[in-house]
């Protein structure tokens, strides 16, 4: 009690001598803070530089096939649980492991580390995805990683290792990646015209993208398209509007130069349709579009023509 009553009115004291004291000790404080918070984004710059050349130490033994070198990366009695959720004990059952796997298959992995977290001086917790491929560097899988590892002697050991489910490579796309769809846009079918503009919103957090259609009759009608990330369906997904009263939602999916959106609509009468839109990039100004997969209310409808649509400005208007 003693000691807390010295303390209170010395904090007392202080305080009623000048603000300066109290400006100078939040100084202080927040110098010291700072000083802690450098110290440790210097020791996770550290590990993080450690981790990723030890992963490029993996790329390669991986990419010469040597399974002996892979598993001396983990402690004597490390683990290695695969996705398909078989665990492997001890570098022999890990070497045994990877040496199986080499006279199966051949190809690359690469390493993505993403995240390194520290715990004390000597573990720390790396997470990232890793990606399969072949020789020719077609991807073929890839999966999330987490990788507990040790300090042993003064070297980094892996602990434990354990390879998640597979990623959804369209799960990692944003809307950086649709952007060759900016600008105005113009296309002619034996049905009619469409003239397209994209452009970002929101801080670019969206794009939208307005149809302004006429039929071979020059009756119009437009539609408003606002694209973004949708984080419960974890993809790029598409609402859209017409101005009859229609709406819908798509997703979106990237096949290299080609993208697909699987669309779901509603007229303004209730009836729904579905369809499979196919946009297929054939150079920087230019991609032919064709619906394929058509249902309208339970009937199969034909594939449309195939359009091209050509850029005519790389602002839209």
Same mark, same amino acid.
């Given at each position: 009690?003693?000691?807390?009553?010295?303390?209170? &009115?010395?904090?007392?004291?202080?305080?009623?001598?000048?603000?300066?004291?109290?400006?100078?000790?939040?100084?202080?404080?927040?110098? &010291?803070?700072?000083?802690?918070?450098?110290?440790?984004?210097?020791?996770?710059?550290?590990?993080?530089?450690?981790?990723?050349?030890?992963?490029?130490?993996?790329?390669? &033994?991986?990419?010469?096939?040597?399974?002996?070198?892979?598993?001396?990366?983990?402690?004597?009695?490390?683990?290695?649980?695969?996705?398909?959720?078989?665990?492997?004990?001890?570098?022999?059952?890990?070497?045994?492991?990877?040496?199986?796997?080499?006279?199966?298959?051949?190809?690359?992995?690469?390493? #993505?580390?993403?995240?390194?977290?520290?715990?004390?001086?000597?573990?720390?917790?790396?997470?990232?995805?890793?990606?399969?491929?072949?020789?020719?560097?077609?991807?073929?899988? %890839?999966?999330?990683?987490?990788?507990?590892?040790?300090?042993?002697?003064?070297?980094?050991?892996? &602990?434990?290792?354990?390879?998640?489910?597979?990623?959804?490579?369209?799960?990692?796309?944003?809307?950086?990646?649709?952007?060759?769809?900016?600008?105005?846009?113009?296309?002619?079918?034996? #049905?009619?015209?469409?003239?397209?503009?994209?452009?970002?919103?929101?801080? #670019?957090?969206?794009?939208?993208?307005?149809?302004?259609?006429?039929?071979?009759?020059?009756?119009?009608?437009?539609?408003?398209?606002?694209?973004?990330?949708?984080?419960?369906?974890?993809?790029?997904?598409?609402?859209?509007?017409?101005?009859?009263?229609?709406?819908?939602?798509?997703?979106?999916?990237?096949?290299?130069?080609?993208?697909?959106?699987?669309? #779901?609509?509603?007229?303004?009468?209730?009836?729904?349709?579905?369809?499979?839109?196919?946009?297929?990039?054939?150079?920087?100004?230019?991609?032919?579009?064709? %619906?394929?997969?058509?249902?309208?209310?339970?009937?199969?409808?034909?594939?449309?023509?195939?359009?091209?649509? %050509?850029?005519?400005?790389?602002?839209?208007?």
């Amino acid at each position: 009690m003693v000691g807390k009553t010295v303390k209170v &009115a010395v904090f007392s004291l202080l305080f009623s001598l000048s603000p300066l004291v109290t400006l100078s000790t939040l100084a202080l404080e927040q110098e &010291a803070s700072t000083t802690k918070s450098e110290v440790k984004s210097s020791e996770g710059s550290k590990l993080d530089n450690i981790f990723k050349s030890q992963a490029k130490e993996y790329e390669a &033994a991986f990419a010469s096939g040597d399974a002996r070198k892979i598993a001396s990366m983990w402690s004597e009695k490390g683990t290695y649980i695969d996705t398909d959720g078989w665990e492997y004990s001890g570098r022999k059952a890990i070497e045994d492991k990877y040496a199986d796997f080499f006279a199966r298959k051949k190809g690359k992995v690469t390493i #993505n580390v993403q995240s390194v977290q520290p715990i004390g001086d000597s573990a720390a917790i790396e997470k990232g995805i890793a990606t399969f491929s072949d020789l020719e560097g077609n991807q073929l899988s %890839s999966c999330t990683y987490t990788v507990v590892h040790v300090l042993n002697g003064g070297k980094w050991e892996i &602990a434990s290792a354990t390879d998640h489910g597979e990623v959804d490579a369209n799960s990692q796309l944003s809307l950086k990646d649709m952007a060759w769809m900016l600008g105005e846009w113009q296309a002619k079918g034996t #049905n009619g015209d469409a003239k397209v503009t994209t452009r970002f919103a929101n801080g #670019n957090s969206f794009l939208v993208t307005r149809f302004e259609l006429k039929d071979k009759d020059g009756k119009g009608r437009e539609e408003m398209q606002i694209t973004g990330f949708d984080p419960t369906q974890n993809a790029l997904v598409s609402w859209i509007f017409d101005s009859n009263g229609g709406f819908g939602q798509a997703r979106w999916y990237s096949h290299g130069k080609t993208w697909e959106s699987r669309m #779901n609509r509603v007229t303004p009468g209730g009836q729904r349709l579905s369809a499979v839109n196919f946009w297929q990039l054939e150079a920087p100004d230019k991609f032919t579009w064709q %619906s394929t997969k058509r249902v309208f209310e339970g009937m199969d409808l034909p594939d449309s023509e195939r359009i091209t649509v %050509s850029r005519v400005n790389v602002q839209a208007q």
